[in-house]
């Protein structure tokens, strides 16, 4: 028989919890027929609620329950990061806690599986009932990654995914403190089959996402996954170092032919504003660079386990 790890991170959803349960179990006939023996990782990334208590009440029904405590928040990717490193299933799966995961495709996942795909990924193809500010701004991020990232980062990509033991030590393998894991998922490679599903509303509960939250989550996706930002300050500063050049030469030969009556303070003024502006903003775009290569130093660990069941 073949183990199947489900993987649910859970950050204060303790209404969603036994729902979840319910809800991937209607698959039983399915787990059944192929011979998968199941288990299941809720991980309680830090909740405030009852979601550990709803857990390990599941838990006395069913010992296939699992429950990893995070000594506090440590964000989803950090969640996903534990729950493969202590899933001893021979497939892997992640899915989120609220249904938007829907477990009924499961099945359909698992026969790609079967047929030598090593991963298979799902993506959202519309993302209705979602505010349209976050949808624009999520759909600009995708195309700016595909530009500046060699890296395949696909637009609506979920973290849903069903993996083979291989690919799951693959991505146990990168073990960074900024985990972007749309990223890594692309990085690693192998053969994924993507399925695509129209998005499905959070069931129970509310989104842990604000937008301020995913505006600094797609910075660390940048970041993480590229250096374009680093070489595009490098280009400015060549660019306004010619620019400066030429500046000088017009004025030296203007000065010798024309005198030099002192005037033009305020486009001086202008100028000083903006090339200041842009070093400052090429600065700020190295520190991303610098703290974020100051946090992966400390290797401090990604999450740290309160209790395990
Ligand atoms: N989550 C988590 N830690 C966090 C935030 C979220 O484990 O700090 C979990 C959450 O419980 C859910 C999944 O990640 O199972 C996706 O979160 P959410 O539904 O809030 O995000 P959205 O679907 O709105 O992108
Ligand atoms: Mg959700």
Not at 110 to 121: H, K, L, N, P
Not at 132 to 159: H, N, P, Q
């Amino acid at each position: 028989m073949k183990l199947l790890s489900v993987i649910v991170p859970c950050y204060n959803e303790e209404e969603s919890v036994a729902d979840f349960y319910t809800e991937l179990m209607k698959n039983k006939s399915f787990f059944d027929e192929k011979e998968l023996e199941v288990e299941i990782l809720y991980i309680d990334d830090g909740s405030k609620d009852g979601t550990a208590g709803e857990v390990k009440k599941l838990r006395e029904r069913d010992e296939r329950v699992h429950l990893i405590s995070f000594s506090r928040n440590f964000g989803k990717e950090a969640g996903i990061y534990a729950g493969l490193q202590n899933a001893v299933g021979d497939y892997l799966v992640v899915m989120d806690v609220d249904l938007q995961d829907p477990p009924s495709l499961l099945p359909e996942m698992f026969r790609y599986i079967e047929e030598g795909y090593d991963s298979v990924a799902t993506r959202r193809v519309t993302r209705k009932g979602e505010p349209i500010l976050r949808s624009f701004f999520a759909r600009m991020f995708y195309r700016l990654m595909r530009k500046i990232s060699s890296t395949e980062i696909v637009d609506g990509a979920r973290d849903y995914r069903l993996m083979t033991r291989q690919v799951a030590d693959a991505i146990l393998s990168m073990k960074e403190y900024n985990r972007f894991t749309k990223g890594i998922y692309g990085w690693v490679g192998f053969q994924t089959k993507w399925l695509e599903f129209e998005n499905v509303e959070r069931k129970k509960g509310e989104t842990k996402w604000s937008f301020w939250k995913l505006l600094l989550y797609s910075l660390e996706g940048i970041v993480s996954f590229s250096t374009a930002p680093a070489t595009f300050a490098a280009v400015m500063g060549v660019l306004f170092c010619i620019l400066a050049f030429l500046l000088i030469v017009v004025i030296v030969i203007r000065t010798a032919l024309f005198g030099d009556p002192v005037a033009g303070w305020p486009s001086l003024v202008c100028i000083i504003s903006l090339i200041s502006g842009v070093q400052l903003f090429c600065l700020g775009i190295v520190g991303q660079y610098v703290s974020k290569t100051y946090l992966e130093v400390k290797e401090r660990p990604i999450y740290i386990v309160k209790e395990k069941l």
